[in-house]
């Protein structure tokens, strides 16, 4: 109960698969279908390549939209279309770009050589993302990671949200790798701390749980509940601690 609508050197060998045309394309799963272009297979069952050139489906309720050298191995796993992209394993998706790959029910928008590979994570775009945290979000920007569960890098560069819950909006080389930190852009800052906020500046560090930089250039919030507003040089190292801003200031103590 094969079919084969028209074009030159095409294969339909399995029930009701079905190539329509094109040149070259082989359906060999049963229930699978090739629409048209050149030396595309779809050799799982019920799958689908609507066109393109040299793009492979296999396992089951696969799909390829289009494009090239696109693959789609996965079960339920789709690729619409691009360059050398891959959805591999189940229900994984790659929108389109260039050298993208999407597994365990995990998704890529586009862009160039991005990754997503843990359950329902996400990169949205940009170039050289990595989402491997499950439900983890990379909207865009380039070299950016966001490797723990439930975190997100919303863009910028070479930003990495490693811990759960949390977050780095965008900015450059920034680090949120305590529970639930953040870092809202800047460059170079760290929050390590559980529920610790940088808002942005240069090269600030907080370091303990519940703690806060507002901003400014190399400051320290090293203990529990301590706030730093901005300026340049201060330390908020005890309990409680409070410096609104200026320079080279140190709260250490209770009085």
């Known amino acids: 109960y094969s079919f084969v609508g028209g074009g030159c050197n095409n294969t339909a060998s399995c029930y009701f698969s079905t190539v329509a045309g094109g040149q070259c ?83 890529v928008g586009g862009g160039c050589c991005n990754l997503s590979c843990n359950y329902f994570s996400t990169v949205g775009g940009g170039g050289f993302n990595i989402a491997c945290g499950c439900y983890s979000n990379v909207a865009g920007g380039y070299c950016n990671t966001a490797c723990g569960d439930y975190s997100t890098v919303g863009g910028g560069w070479c930003n990495t949200a490693s811990s759960y819950y949390s977050t780095v909006a965008g900015g450059y080389c920034n680090l949120a790798c305590g529970n639930r930190s953040t870092v809202g852009g800047g460059w170079c800052n760290t929050a390590s701390g559980y529920y610790s906020t940088i808002g942005g500046g240069v090269c600030n560090i907080v370091s303990c749980n519940y703690s806060t930089i507002g901003g400014g250039f190399n400051n320290l919030s090293c203990n529990y509940f301590s706030t730093v507003g901005g300026g340049s040089f201060n330390t908020a190292s005890y309990f409680g601690s409070t410096i609104g801003g200026g320079y080279f200031n140190t709260a250490s103590s209770y009085y």
């Open 25 to 107: 394309n082989i359906a060999s799963g049963c229930n699978s279908t090739v629409s048209g272009g050149i030396c595309n297979s779809s050799v799982g069952d019920c799958n689908t390549i609507s066109g393109g050139y040299l793009n492979c489906t296999s396992q089951t309720y696969s799909t390829v939209g289009g494009g090239i050298l696109n693959i789609s191995d996965g079960n339920y796993s789709t690729v619409g279309g691009g360059s050398c992209n891959c959805s591999t394993i189940c229900a994984s998706t790659v929108s389109g770009g260039y050298c993208n790959t999407a597994s365990n029910y995990s998704t």
